[in-house]
Nanobody, 124 residues
Framework: QVQLVESGGGLVQAGGSLRLSCAAS????????MGWIRQAPGKERERVVA???????WYTPSVKGRFTISRDNAKDTMYLQMDSLKPEDTAVYYC??????????????????WGQGTQVAVSS
């Protein structure tokens, strides 16, 4: 089993920055890709970013140029630097991980591990 623990959420004004972290523990050697999925109140889940073990990345168009994902395999930790935040970025952000190499993106139903979620709130 793998445990994912997020940190770094909070309240920030529009235009500000936050950095999320997701630390993985347990049988992490099987993890191929990690990412973040967010869910705003009353809205569908939205995939935000993903990164593979060999640092291939994917970003949803609305965050390109503002968010940067990175991964430290030695520390089994993933980071999401969020700059130029907008009120529409407000959501609970969930760290995810899956083992289904070589796929960078898999359906939510195929994600093996989820974190507990961290709240990001951006005020206008």
């Amino acid at each position: 089993q793998v445990q994912l623990v997020e940190s770094g959420g909070g309240l920030v004004q529009a235009g500000g920055s936050l950095r999320l972290s997701c630390a993985a523990s347990g049988r992490t050697f099987n993890i191929y890709a990690m990412g973040w999925i967010r869910q705003a109140p009353g809205k569908e889940r939205e995939r935000v970013v993903a990164i593979s073990r060999n640092n291939n990345t994917w970003y949803t168009p609305s965050v390109k140029g503002r968010f940067t994902i990175s991964r430290d395999n030695a520390k089994d930790t993933m980071y999401l630097q969020m700059d130029s935040l907008k009120p529409e970025d407000t959501a609970v952000y969930y760290c995810t991980a899956h083992t289904r190499a070589p796929l960078l993106i898999v359906p939510p139903s195929s994600i093996d591990y989820w974190g507990q979620g961290t709240q990001v709130a951006v005020s206008s």
